[in-house]
DNA sequence: GATGAATGAGCGTTCATTCAT
DNA sequence: TATGAATGAACGCTCATTCAT
């Protein structure tokens, strides 16, 4: 025994996903450990309790936007481009992303009860509206782009819950291609 | 004893207030029956079990909007009154509805494990875009008026879920009034 | 099923008699409602939780001696006689009580990590102390009547762990007969 | 790595000051590897299990009476000299024992289930008896002799558990004082 | 219809212990 | 020797559910 089976970001990788698809609260230590290859009391290795794992998951994921998605805010590229890649890899993203989107689920269902969660999610639909408005502002008021992005963002939320009961593609799709009229 | 102390509709106004704002894994037939003033075994001399419990919530909100907001779109009004009468009652139910909108809630947190939640939630925004959809006809095509519809639809739920967060009003609002911006 | 087969009373009987023979802290609620003839979850059905039957089991004691025994200094007997009557009963109490006393077992055990436990368990020395205080008074002056008192507790209290370790009724009962000798 | 951060010894004493303080069954090896700034892992190269630590935590302290306390017997010194020099090194050891005896608290807590414990406890207290008896047998008949020591570390052990409850130095000191009155 | 007592499974967590590195 | 990762059993506790009264 007491060979390495795996690591802290494994573990995170696996919880997002059950997370996503069967809610924080409906997935068990256990559920998390089996899907690693452990049992559930090797799990209090890597993290304290289960609070932390769904802390560390939701910063994991608001990292990989800032480092993968809004940072390309800063690229040189024409006002049309930025947001097209940006729009680009966040379609990619919650395609991919069996379950929606973590932070606005565990916003349904956990923040109420934790204000660490409630902090790390609100920070990240904030950096993500900051990151649009900025590339808008090139071309519209600042308020005007605020507001544009913030409809963006949460036409984009309401569209990831209705891909994950429908499973229309098409219809996600739209909600990019909106505000890509838009400059 | 077995003096009547509750009605099934009371108890389900007390679950549903429990699901939107803890979630309905973090809720317990105790928690439930606390709210009601029972003891969790009497809750189920009026549900079978939490699951039904759980889908007469979904029905039961389904069927308000149905007679409620729904029927609206039957009314003899001019477009413009319609969609106006139909956003303000929307408007009204969701800034008091403590928790959001629990069809989206339980559509991210169980509708993966339930096909019956998942059917009535289905169905229920289809109703509401189809509703919209309809009145929008009036002034667009066909094609057009859904799309519009639905998009209203997404951007207002993406909108509950940050006015959970943040508690904004008027950028809750702010959807509605878009929308009959439209007409 | 749901028949009653237990009550408050036999649980807190049979989790004294384990505290007391394995320590409060290597007594599981498992090994209680084995005890009782139930599964563990149950005994949670007439205490809140381990800490409330440890401390309930604390007060049953302490009023057991209230009733039974520190009752006897407000009798109409001779000095003597109340003293004999006290002794007798007391030294009863604990030739029967398997595994010593438990207000002293606590005090050792758990008594710095819960303020509650304290509370009751010097609330009960200082009780017994009086009482005996009480009727040495007849006898002595106020100050020599307090510390016999003590001291007569203290060397039964020590008397008892010895009794645990060695099985010697007549050096148990010695403490007794002493204290007796100076009436 | 491979460095010696530390001996048997500092575990021991870092060990039996959580057993004195916390008990022994409520003390769990990573609260003595965090006292010694090691994982709990590491104790394992010092000690075959977590009763070794006990048995040899008893052992340790039994010994520390034999040369330092029940040696004093021996030494070439007035009966009354004797006692009060015994008296005294008793008396500070346990005032500044945060926790009391740790003899007498395994003795209530855990010898019933640990053969090995209950023998050295039980030896321990042999030997304390039978030192003071030595004593104060220059003085009283045999029989009597012992009565009087083992009624001392009776009435020393009761007044232990209240010094500890109470934190009353002056009573526990008493005990002490009264023993000397005798010779 | 309401209650109180029970159940068995499962929860998150901690435990003493093992062992390759 | 020390460490970090693992284990399996047990912990206190909560869960949804059942049912005689």
Redesign the interface.
């Known amino acids: 025994m007491a060979i390495k089976k795996t690591s802290k970001e494994e573990i995170l990788n696996k919880a997002i996903n059950l997370f996503k698809?069967?809610?924080f609260?409906?997935t068990s230590m256990a559920n998390i450990a089996d899907e690693c290859g452990l049992i559930k009391g090797s799990i209090y290795h890597h993290f304290k309790n289960k609070d932390e794992i769904g802390l560390e998951a939701l910063k994991y994921i608001s990292e990989y936007f800032d480092k993968n998605i809004f940072s390309i805010k800063d690229e040189t590229l024409l006002t049309k481009e930025k947001l097209k890649k940006i729009v680009k890899k966040t379609d990619e993203y919650f395609l991919n992303s069996n379950?929606?989107c973590l932070l606005?689920?565990l916003?349904?269902?956990?923040?109420?009860?934790n204000e660490a969660y409630?902090t790390v999610?609100?920070d990240y639909?904030k950096t993500w509206e900051d990151c649009l408005a900025k590339i808008l502002e090139e071309k519209y008021p600042k308020n005007e782009a605020q507001?544009l992005a913030?409809?963006y963002?949460?036409?984009?939320?309401?569209?990831i819950?209705?891909f994950?009961?429908?499973n229309n593609k098409k219809?996600l799709l739209?909600?990019g291609k909106?505000l890509l009229t838009k400059v």
Chains 1, 2, 3, 4 share one sequence.
Do not use: P
Request: with cysteine; net charge neutral.
């Open positions: 698809t069967q809610g609260n409906h379950g929606g606005a689920n916003a349904t269902e956990v923040s109420n009860q409630k999610i609100i639909f507001d913030y409809e963002i949460c036409s984009l939320q309401g569209s819950i209705m994950n009961l429908t219809r739209k909600i909106n």
